[in-house]
């Protein structure tokens, strides 16, 4: 069964940077649009960003958008969400999916159960 794995969180300081990556033996995600989700405590998961088989990306929040960038590497079999300006509200669980329904990322991320795949989450925690 294809599970998805996430690695690269941690601890940074305000105004720093992290890039986690998202990956899975065995299986090409080259195929799948593949999408980041982040949860903080007492909040429900949140969409961040998207990458289609193409390589064209999709953002759903605001808030990221000129901090975050998602990126694929197909010949490592990686999808990466590279993070910069952190703040503390960007503190959370970031987990990565794969877009069930097809190879282009949907236009937005509320249908949760249109994901799958999901790995168990790294812990981003922006602090001073």
């Known amino acids: 069964q294809l599970q998805l794995a996430e690695s690269g969180g941690g601890l940074v300081q305000p105004g720093g940077s992290l890039r986690l990556s998202c990956g899975a033996s065995r299986y090409p995600l080259a195929n799948y649009a593949i999408a980041w989700f982040r949860q903080a405590p007492g909040k429900e998961r949140e969409g961040v960003l998207c990458?289609?088989?193409?390589?064209?990306?999709?953002t759903y929040q605001d808030s990221v958008e000129g901090r975050f960038t998602i990126s694929r590497d197909n010949a490592r079999n990686t999808v990466s969400l590279q993070m910069n300006a952190l703040k503390p509200e960007d503190t959370a669980v970031y987990s990565c999916?794969?877009?069930?329904?097809?190879?282009?990322?949907?236009?937005?991320?509320?249908?949760?159960?249109?994901?799958?795949?999901w790995g168990q989450g790294t812990q981003v925690t922006v602090s001073s």
């Open positions: 999916a794969i877009f069930l329904l097809g190879n282009m990322c949907p236009e937005d991320s509320h249908q949760l159960t249109d994901f799958g795949a």
């Open positions: 990458i289609s088989q193409s390589g064209g990306s999709t």
